[in-house]
């Protein structure tokens, strides 16, 4: 090389990654017992107008809020956006769980959500007449933005596997058992 010549070097930096043999060991545990479930947990506490604090474990609390078109003080994100938050995080959890199990070494990942949510019932409070399928979301949008040592092929296969295997997403797609009911 001459001494005119510069050598330029790419350095690429990694995203923190999580346990891979830890994931192969809960795997495992899914793989020997299909049918076994956790509880996800929350106490909401109503504040005052439509801010509402939400407590989970020892964290601090999310807090919701409604914009001030919708009357609150929009202090903090809406409930659905909430609900996207909650989807974003599952989606970026699933996609490093299966790069991780792959190999493949992940330096970006942005999750772009959005979705068309309508509210003329009013929550019911006088608002039009509307049937359950006819509120919230009416169509979600992701766009997932990865770069890793994986070709786009490889990479759209993880978030494709991802997408498919995601709990929230699933939540999101398919009807389940929903009970509502006075506490004691």
Not at 54 to 65: F, L, N, R
Request: aromatic letters at 6%; glycine letters at 10%; proline letters at 7%.
């Amino acid at each position: 090389m001459s001494e005119n010549t510069v050598a330029e070097k790419t350095v690429t930096a990694y995203l923190k990654p999580i346990d891979r043999e830890g994931l192969m060991g809960f795997a495992e545990k899914g793989r020997n017992n299909p049918g076994s479930r956790g509880t996800n947990k929350v106490h909401t506490v109503m504040q005052g107008m439509y801010r509402s604090l939400s407590y989970v474990g020892d964290h601090t609390p999310v807090v919701v809020d409604e914009p001030l078109h919708l009357f609150g003080e929009d202090t903090a994100p809406a409930p659905g956006e909430i609900v996207l938050s909650g989807l974003g995080g599952c989606l970026a959890v699933g996609i490093t769980a299966v790069a991780t199990w792959k190999q493949i070494k992940l330096s970006r990942l942005e999750i772009f959500l959005e979705a068309d949510i309508g509210n003329p019932a009013a929550w019911g409070a006088g608002g039009a007449p509307m049937q359950p399928a006819q509120m919230g979301f009416q169509e979600i949008r992701v766009k997932v933005l990865v770069e890793g040592d994986a070709s786009r092929e490889e990479l759209d296969e993880i978030v494709q596997k991802a997408n498919f295997y995601s709990p929230v997403a699933n939540t999101l797609r398919n009807p389940i058992p929903f009970s509502i009911g006075l506490a004691n």
